[in-house]
């Protein structure tokens, strides 16, 4: 009795070379890929528009989609990805890899080939904000002025150093703002230096929307940063890192699957590293809407 060889499966592999590491030679990967079973067709993209419109012209000719960049360049798939439905692998070649951090994928690329060899899907929530997706955080205030700051430049010269820098010089002329956050527990109008709403797990080069935040759970996480004096915000970095800031009296939380966030004037909304729109703004959660490959 003879037995069937297992099915060649065709991916479609978008590399973003103006990634941190989009100059490596993709050559031992691609090899590793066939060697698992997984053809590759390699593209390489100009401008993040392109990326999701690629995924949806080329939907036919491929079995699954292959990402390699930061998160900005996964962020740029999401929309394509969503409407083939195809299953997004992901290899971390950007400075802050977040959505790889949060899903347990390695860093090696090697790794992280093997990983998509194996074909171990996960469905993750994808958030959005006025119509447009985000893994790991939609966010207004501090960190609009930091993604301003934080050139691609900076990012490939000092990797996740150069947040560090970056986010020091823009607390040092940042400003409180007004806001009112609705949720389904009511509304809220505040006074802060930040609004963050997380969907995932990790942000900004390792920093934790929420000691208790998956990408898994159903809903979105918000904090804001309330704080008077900006000088005490250096005295939190850690509380931040591990995802427990909540614990400070100047840190409002709060679990929702929607909010809707209005401003005085309208203000920039950064998702993922990149400026998209502004408020007022209407996140949601859109439960289980994308199959990655992942470690279990």
């Known amino acids: 009795m003879s037995v069937s060889p297992p099915a060649r499966r065709r991916a479609l592999m978008l590399v973003n070379p103006n990634a941190r590491r989009g100059a490596e030679t993709l050559d031992p990967i691609i090899e590793r890929f066939a060697n698992g079973g997984v053809d590759a067709v390699v593209e390489r993209f100009e401008t993040p528009d392109e990326v999701s419109a690629d995924i949806a012209r080329?939907?036919?000719?491929?079995?699954?989609?292959?990402?390699?960049?930061?998160?900005?360049?996964?962020?740029?798939?999401?929309?394509?990805?969503?409407?083939?439905?195809?299953?997004?692998?992901?290899?971390?070649?950007?400075?802050?890899?977040?959505?790889?951090?949060?899903?347990?994928?390695?860093?090696?690329?090697?790794?992280?080939?093997?990983?998509?060899?194996?074909?171990?899907?996960?469905?993750?929530?994808?958030?959005?904000?006025?119509?447009?997706?985000?893994?790991?955080?939609?966010?207004?205030?501090?960190?609009?002025?930091?993604?301003?700051?934080?050139?691609?430049?900076?990012?490939?010269?000092?990797?996740?150093?150069?947040?560090?820098?970056?986010?020091?010089?823009?607390?040092?002329?940042?400003?409180?703002?007004?806001?009112?956050?609705?949720?389904?527990?009511?509304?809220?109008?505040?006074?802060?230096?930040q609004i963050a709403v997380g969907n995932g797990v990790h942000y900004g080069g390792g920093t934790m929307i929420h000691a208790d935040a998956t990408i898994e759970d159903g809903h979105l996480d918000l904090y804001s940063l309330e704080l008077k004096n900006v000088w005490k915000f250096g005295l939190m970095l850690g509380a931040f890192r591990q995802g427990r800031h909540g614990a400070w009296d100047e840190v409002r939380t709060a679990k929702s699957t929607e909010f809707d966030i209005r401003t005085e004037v309208p203000m920039a909304v950064n998702t993922d590293g990149d400026l998209v729109t502004e408020t007022p703004a209407h996140f949601v959660i859109r439960p289980r809407a994308i199959a990655v490959f992942a470690p279990q």
């Open 58 to 193: 080329r939907r036919h000719e491929a079995d699954l989609v292959i990402v390699c960049g930061g998160d900005g360049t996964i962020n740029s798939a999401a929309k394509g990805i969503l409407e083939t439905g195809l299953p997004m692998g992901i290899m971390p070649m950007g400075t802050a890899n977040d959505l790889a951090r949060t899903l347990g994928i390695p860093n090696n690329l090697l790794q992280a080939t093997d990983v998509i060899i194996n074909g171990s899907i996960r469905r993750v929530d994808l958030g959005e904000v006025n119509g447009h997706p985000f893994f790991n955080v939609a966010s207004m205030g501090l960190s609009v002025d930091l993604a301003r700051g934080l050139t691609p430049e900076a990012k490939r010269r000092w990797g996740k150093l150069g947040y560090a820098l970056a986010a020091i010089k823009v607390a040092t002329r940042a400003e409180r703002f007004r806001a009112e956050i609705i949720s389904d527990t009511g509304k809220a109008k505040v006074k802060t230096l």
